[in-house]
């Protein structure tokens, strides 16, 4: 005779819920790291932004009209993307005050998503 050795029914489902029970404690932590990481690269591209932006203005005495000025006179190498639109041309541009020549005095981001901390990131 025989025996033929194998899983049973119920210990195939007792390992299929502890893999149940460990995917839903590292999903959520993935996805949070994944909001963290692109609201930390909004941040940096922002900050290399603005300060292109000051060194054009430092520089000619006057705000960029375009993002793409500040490409062509090599303040960036290329226009960054925003993470949360994945996007270069995404980017929300406001205009200086009224004497100050050109149109880009600062960029915000073109998302109307929510931070993690409850902010909108377009007032970043």
Avoid: C
Avoid at 22 to 50: C, D, F, H, W
Avoid at 71 to 87: M, Q
């Amino acid at each position: 005779m025989v025996t033929r050795r194998g899983f049973t029914l119920i210990e195939l489902l007792v390992v299929l819920a502890i893999i149940a029970t460990l995917l839903s404690i590292a999903v959520p932590r993935y996805y949070g790291g994944v909001k963290r990481a692109e609201e930390a690269t909004l941040k940096q591209n922002l900050a290399l932004l603005r300060d292109a932006i000051d060194k054009h203005y430092a520089d000619n005495g006057r705000y960029p009209d375009t993002l793409d000025e500040l490409v062509a006179k090599r303040y960036l190498r290329s226009v960054p993307v925003d993470p949360l639109t994945s996007a270069s041309d995404s980017w929300t541009l406001v205009a200086p005050p009224a004497p100050e020549p050109g149109r880009v005095y600062d960029v915000k981001s073109g998302s109307t998503a929510t931070a993690r901390d409850g902010s909108t990131v377009n007032t970043w």
